[in-house]
T-cell receptor
Framework: KAGVTQTPRYLIKTRGQQVTLSCSPI?????VSWYQQTPGQGLQFLFE???????NKGNFPGRFSGRQFSNSRSEMNVSTLELGDSALYLC??????????????FGPGTRLTVL | GQQLNQSPQSMFIQEGEDVSMNCTSS?????WLWYKQDPGEGPVLLIA?????ELTSNGRLTAQFGITRKDSFLNISASIPSDVGIYFC??????????????FGGGTRVLVKP
């Protein structure tokens, strides 16, 4: 079974631009969660999508948004990029069940550098 | 920022040694997870713990879910060079409180002794 895939793997943008990252979950998984990883703040939860709806949200500004398509693929968008948005953005997929054993599997991440 | 205190922040291992790391929190978690991340990759799940007091093994790895639900530890026995990497603990609260959001520790960087 193929794992979680993320594209692109690397991106370089300049301040003020916007960026869209893509995530394809494991086949059959309906939940996609996004995390930001930086050296200073570690791994932080951005949001989760299930059945094309945002089901859960972390403490990030409105410049960070996402969506999910009917095939469970998800995109996240960051508008008006700031230098501090440079990070590894990780996507995790799970079956989406509302239980403690709904394990999340991570993709390789997209490394975003903002200049 | 993260709410899980993971220690040590880094450690050196010599092949054959046993190593351990732990995670503590001021809050209760219903699930504890341990992930390993290699350079340029996403975290890979090593062990999942769902019940207070649970002790679970996966090969040379053993992890325990603390009885208070506020801590967990991971042991690696007889370490080998490929154990090098960054290990993260992660906690999940109840579905009602936080959905499937994972809260991560700051990581333990495992390095080989020169």
């Amino acid at each position: 079974k193929a794992g979680v895939t993320q594209t692109p793997r690397y991106l370089i943008k300049t301040r003020g631009q916007q960026v869209t990252l893509s995530c394809s979950p494991i086949s059959g998984h309906r939940s996609v969660s996004w995390y930001q990883q930086t050296p200073g703040q570690g791994l932080q939860f951005l949001f989760e999508y299930f059945s094309e709806t945002q089901r859960n949200k972390g403490n990030f500004p409105g410049r960070f948004s996402g969506r999910q398509f009917s095939n469970s693929r998800s995109e996240m968008n960051v508008s008006t990029l700031e230098l501090g948005d440079s990070a590894l953005y990780l996507c995790a997929s799970s079956s989406g069940g509302q239980g403690i054993s709904d394990t999340q599997y991570f993709g390789p991440g997209t490394r975003l550098t903002v200049l | 920022g993260q709410q899980l205190n993971q220690s040590p922040q880094s450690m050196f291992i010599q092949e054959g040694e046993d190593v351990s790391m732990n995670c503590t929190s001021s809050s209760i978690f219903n699930t504890w997870l341990w992930y390993k991340q290699d350079p340029g990759e996403g975290p890979v799940l090593l062990i999942a713990l769902y019940k207070a007091g649970e002790l679970t093994s996966n090969g040379r790895l053993t992890a325990q879910f603390g009885i208070t639900r506020k801590d967990s530890f991971l042991n690696i026995s007889a370490s080998i060079p490929s154990d090098v990497g960054i290990y993260f603990c992660a906690g999940q609260r109840s579905w009602e409180a936080a959905g499937n959001k994972l809260t991560f520790g700051g990581g333990t960087r495992v390095l080989v002794k020169p």
